[in-house]
């Protein structure tokens, strides 16, 4: 069973920035793409951003320029850096793997971009 840890949520004033880590375990099979979403009240799940295992990060539209993913989907960790953080940002923030047809999620790590 595939387990995923996140951290580095919190709170944070517009403009700032804060950087989620995840890291996958027990799987027996390489992970083919990790990323992040995120999901506020009354919103459906979104993606933010997420990674193949050769590289080729993807993004929405919302955050691009201002996200970056990185990490090692090969060695099953991915890391958000988050820049410019925006009030429309705020949201519980999911890491994801994906592997043989099927999605992993973590927790969820809350994000407040409040003054």
């Known amino acids: 069973q595939v387990q995923l840890a996140e951290s580095g949520g919190g709170l944070v004033q517009p403009g700032g920035s804060l950087r989620l880590s995840c890291a996958a375990s027990g799987s027996l099979f390489p992970i083919s793409r990790m990323g992040w979403y995120r999901q506020s009240p009354g919103r459906e799940r979104e993606l933010v951003a997420d990674?193949?295992?050769?590289?080729?990060?993807n993004y929405a539209d919302s955050v691009k320029g201002r996200f970056t993913i990185s990490g090692d989907v090969a060695k099953n960790t991915a890391y958000l850096q988050m820049n410019n953080l925006k009030p429309e940002d705020t949201a519980v923030y999911y890491c994801n793997a994906y592997l043989r047809y099927r999605d992993y999620w973590g927790q969820g790590t809350q994000v407040t971009v409040s003054s």
């Open positions: 990674i193949g295992s050769r590289g080729h990060p």
